[in-house]
């Protein structure tokens, strides 16, 4: 199976494809925050785990 290629402002990134379970609230949650943001919901979800990580980066530098 060939990765999945896509194009995000100047850069081209392989993905990979997972499948994630998410609670009804949270869900909706993440749908509403993409429609606000203008992402779909995969880019919302993305955008959230690379603040996330950059975060958690952060407070383990200190």
Known sequence: MQPIRYYN???EHETQSLTVRFPPELLKQMKE???NN????NGEILKALEDYLKQETKKKGK
Do not use: D, I, N
Request: glycine content about 10%; hydrophobic content about 30%; proline content about 0%.
């Open 38 to 41: 203008h992402r779909s919901l």
């Open 9 to 11: 402002g100047c850069m």
């Open 33 to 35: 925050s993409a429609k």
